[in-house]
């Protein structure tokens, strides 16, 4: 059964106990938290302080996707707010395995995003060293965009590499996830669904989330 991490981008800020409650009661494993510059993709989401306030409400993973240039300036600082696993991308790395390494170095799980655009190709030499590889099917910075059909080939290609590695990386998709493709995602490979729109927008969230769980 996939690991399922909603993406608290598509929750009620004014509201944030009472998702965060919805997700502790809910099959979900982890909380996906999207940290946006307005530098890397055009949009500015939230940082420490609300990663901090979630980590203090929770017992779960706290899986963070940084879209911000130049992480390594911040990597302990994640670490310090409760950070289990920091997933920094590819195309924001121009020394990715000196990246890898101090993330591992803080105690955490390395986690590398590749863009759509992006080839699973480049990640080759350093899949032995990765924890994560987090597939992005829309180009990031938004949520509640459009899943890309291409992402099952990635996935399919990225699942092959790790096997052929013997390398122990969980393959986590992320973008237009919902119940529709969940099911195809995992079958080509995918170890983590993170989904946002798709589980807040829902009815009953915390029964999608089961339903996501048994793609
Ligand atoms: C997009 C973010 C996603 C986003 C997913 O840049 O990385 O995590 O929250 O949202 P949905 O599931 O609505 O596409
Ligand atoms: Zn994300």
Not at 177 to 184: P, Y
């Amino acid at each position: 059964m996939p690991i399922i991490a909603p993406s608290i981008l598509a929750a009620d800020f004014g509201n944030l106990a009472k998702d965060i409650e919805m997700i502790n009661n809910s099959e979900a494993e982890w909380f996906h938290l999207d940290v946006m510059d307005g530098v890397f993709v055009p949009n500015i989401s939230y940082g420490m302080p609300i990663i901090e306030k979630i980590n203090a409400l929770t017992d779960k993973v706290l899986d963070v996707h940084l879209m911000i240039v130049d992480p390594d300036r911040y990597i302990s600082t994640f670490k310090q707010v409760g950070a289990d696993i920091l997933t920094v991308h590819y195309e924001a790395c121009t020394h990715l395995h000196r990246t890898i390494q101090a993330i591992k170095a803080e105690g955490m799980k390395a986690g590398v995003a590749l863009n759509p655009h992006t080839p699973v190709s480049v990640l080759e030499e350093v899949i032995n060293d990765l924890d994560l590889v987090l597939i992005m099917s829309v180009n990031p910075g938004f949520g509640g965009q459009k899943f890309i059909e291409n992402t099952y080939n990635k996935i399919s290609k990225l699942k092959k590499m790790i096997t052929t590695a013997n390398a122990n990386v969980i393959i986590e998709v992320d973008g237009g996830v919902n119940n529709i493709n969940a099911s195809k995602l995992v079958e080509v490979g995918a170890d983590a669904l993170v989904a946002g729109s798709a589980i807040f927008n829902a009815e009953n969230p915390t029964s999608y989330i089961s339903e996501l769980k048994k793609a």
